[in-house]
């Protein structure tokens, strides 16, 4: 949202609350519950509990409010950001050798996330059905079940869009952080002691008490930031003001007050440990209560849900991911978007993790790796970001990166313990993801590489068709074109095969520029090259998508009138055959020729009328 929309800084940053601090407002569910559960070798003690306390706050203080609010969140791509959006920032002005390397990084981060999305909705709402335990302890053996229902369910109604649902996302997380507040106040005023924890001498202390198993601790700690990159990638639905506002008046104020209640609560009855946010209420309001936090965790699935769909779709813009059906579920938001595919995987995913896993408290073993090694790739990007795009002093930046990392990497480090008691999971998820990106990106430059070393100069074909020209047929021809200086390898065909052109001849280019949006001004760029030759190149920003019809429409308002249903689209359809390789790049080139397959055709993509496409097959040895 922008203040194009016209709407008020209250009901942007009600929206904000709503949508980008959902997994994060749903962390005091489990976080201090993991931290002081006695896997660590103590149990509920005094100084570990102001420890922690003292460690939350300040994580709080330093990462959110510090790191991604205040520094992070200044790299924006057209007021736009994402792990992939600083990739792309980092990468403007540096040599080709480190812009790989921050290629790497972006993608790598990327992935990441895919491992985290599908430990997100699970840990949520199984924390949050968890809640029968003690309202009904009876009915524990019904958490799993309920909780794939309700993820069911949720999945279920991602092709309606949210647009309806979503009105009601702020009001009610802005009610769950006004119990998140009420409750944890509650329990404050009665133990008030618990406040010491706010002095960081007690973080200090708690590694001094603790020694080694301090350090692994800080395992369960970053529980609580999880979400935080959601943050940064959200930051163009709402702006930045509206963020940081909702962050510093509602959310900081509120996960505060409740970690620190639960904390003054487990001080005064360490068997509260076994849940203590849901022993915080009262026992008449452990039925709303368990209501309520339901709603939230799947609020905060849905953001998750909703951010993939946003990051799967930069990356197929970018080249990173095949082509695949992506569908608007709204006629007034671009960004409410809808994806069968991923969406489906992305269930199943989520439905054996919690089959597997059966209790949230398993599931936190797996969480934290992919956070924390987002965070520190973030904390490389936003530096680089800082120095060759700002133009910050080196020795300054290296101070902040130097800051960043101090925190960071401890915190990714005592996360690699959880590695054989549930961690390889998102690790083995972001593994596959990053090599299907790798892969797709490589081999796709590849083969465009190997067509363009093969293509015909275009302005020499025109200048010999121009000479001696071809039995010329009435209408308009479209030919697709990749590279705005070869011959479309289509064009070649048909020349070939049928020795024909028709009267009038387009080459089309549709390009992707880094950046989310283009100006309409700049959309279509129109070149005359012979009496019946002209070339077309329409851009697009990486969260719009392409249509020809849009592209036709420009055309006609600059005096290249198309008509699409009385236009014939040419296009080059590659019949690709594995050439020569070791053993592990022919691995790489099957999996390519397996997503080349189940990739979206492309009249699909352009939605072009299926009846007005002629496809010309082509034999390419990669």
Same mark, same amino acid.
């Given at each position: 949202m922008s203040t194009d929309n016209k709407q008020s800084l209250p009901a942007i940053?009600?929206?904000?609350? &709503?949508?980008?601090?959902?997994?994060? &407002?749903?962390?005091?569910?489990?976080?201090?519950?993991?931290?002081?559960? &006695?896997? $660590?070798? $103590? &149990?509920v003690e005094r100084d570990a509990v102001f420890g922690f306390l003292s460690l939350i706050f300040w994580l709080l203080i330093f990462v959110v409010s510090i790191k991604y609010l205040t520094f992070v969140m200044r790299a924006d791509n057209a007021g736009e950001g994402g792990i992939l959006t600083l990739m792309s920032l980092a990468g403007r002005n540096t040599s080709a050798r480190t812009t790989s390397m921050l290629v790497i990084m972006g993608l790598i981060g990327g992935s990441f996330f895919y491992g985290e999305v599908v430990i997100t909705p699970a840990i949520s709402v199984m924390s949050a059905i968890e809640g029968l335990e003690i309202v009904a302890p009876q009915l524990d053996t019904w958490i799993v079940p309920l909780s794939i229902i309700v993820l069911t369910l949720l999945f279920?109604?991602?092709k309606h869009g949210t647009a309806m649902v979503g009105k009601l996302f702020a009001p009610i997380m802005l009610t769950w952080f006004l119990i998140l507040a009420g409750l944890g106040l509650r329990s404050i005023i009665a133990n008030p002691e618990v406040l010491h924890a706010l002095n960081p001498m007690w973080a200090m202390h708690f590694f001094l008490e603790y020694k080694t198993v301090s350090f692994i601790a800080l395992g369960a700690v970053v529980l609580s930031?999880?979400?935080v990159e959601a943050l940064y990638a959200d930051m163009g639905h709402f702006g930045k003001f509206p963020i940081r506002l909702a962050w510093f008046t509602v959310v900081l104020p509120s996960l505060t007050l409740n970690y620190f209640g639960q904390g003054a609560l487990l001080l005064k009855n360490p068997e509260a440990i076994k849940n203590p946010f849901f022993l915080l209420a009262p026992d008449w309001a452990l039925i709303p209560l368990l209501i309520i936090a339901a709603l939230a965790t799947v609020i905060a699935s849905q953001a998750v849900i909703s951010g993939v769909f946003s990051l799967t779709r930069q990356a197929v813009r970018l080249g990173y991911l095949s082509p695949m059906r992506i569908i608007h579920t709204s006629e007034m938001e671009s960004g409410q978007i809808y994806i069968p595919f991923v969406n489906w995987m992305l269930y199943v995913a989520v439905v054996i993790v919690i089959v597997s896993f059966e209790h949230s408290s398993n599931l936190a073993a797996a969480y934290g790796i992919a956070v924390t090694g987002t965070m520190v790739l973030t904390s490389i990007l936003s530096t680089t970001v800082a120095r060759q795009n700002w133009h910050w002093n080196k020795y300054f930046v290296a101070l902040i990166l130097i800051a960043f990392l101090c925190v960071d990497i401890p915190l990714f480090t005592a996360n690699l313990d959880k590695l054989l008691s549930g961690g390889w999971l998102p690790l083995s998820l972001g593994t596959v993801m990053f090599i299907v990106m790798t892969t797709w990106k490589s081999e796709r430059f590849r083969l465009l590489r190997r067509m363009h070393e093969h293509g015909n100069s275009l302005e020499a074909m025109i200048a010999s068709l121009e000479k001696s020209p071809p039995v010329r047929v009435p209408g308009t021809a479209v030919y697709m074109s990749r590279a705005i200086n070869v011959i479309p390898f289509a064009l070649m065909h048909n020349l070939k095969h049928n020795k024909v052109l028709h009267e009038r001849v387009i080459l089309l280019t549709l390009r992707t520029e880094d950046a989310p949006y283009v100006h309409n001004v700049r959309r279509v760029q129109i070149e005359q090259l012979s009496p019946t030759f002209w070339r077309v190149v329409a851009s697009y920003g990486w969260r719009e998508t392409p249509n020809v019809e849009e592209v036709f429409h420009r055309?006609?308002?600059e005096g290249l009138s198309c008509r699409m249903m009385e236009t014939s689209f040419f296009m080059s359809h590659e019949s690709l055959i594995l050439g020569k390789r070791p053993?592990?790049?022919?691995?790489?080139g099957k999996l390519y020729l397996l997503l080349?397959?189940?990739?979206?055709r492309a009249p699909d993509q352009f939605e072009i009328p299926p009846n007005r496409v002629i496809e010309l097959g082509t034999q390419v040895e990669i």
């Open positions: 940053t009600l929206a904000a609350i &709503g949508v980008v601090y959902g997994d994060i &407002g749903t962390s005091p569910l489990y976080t201090l519950r993991e931290c002081l559960s &006695g896997q $660590f070798g $103590f &149990g279920m109604i991602q930031i999880t979400g055309c006609g308002l053993w592990y790049l022919r691995l790489r080349q397959r189940n990739a979206l």
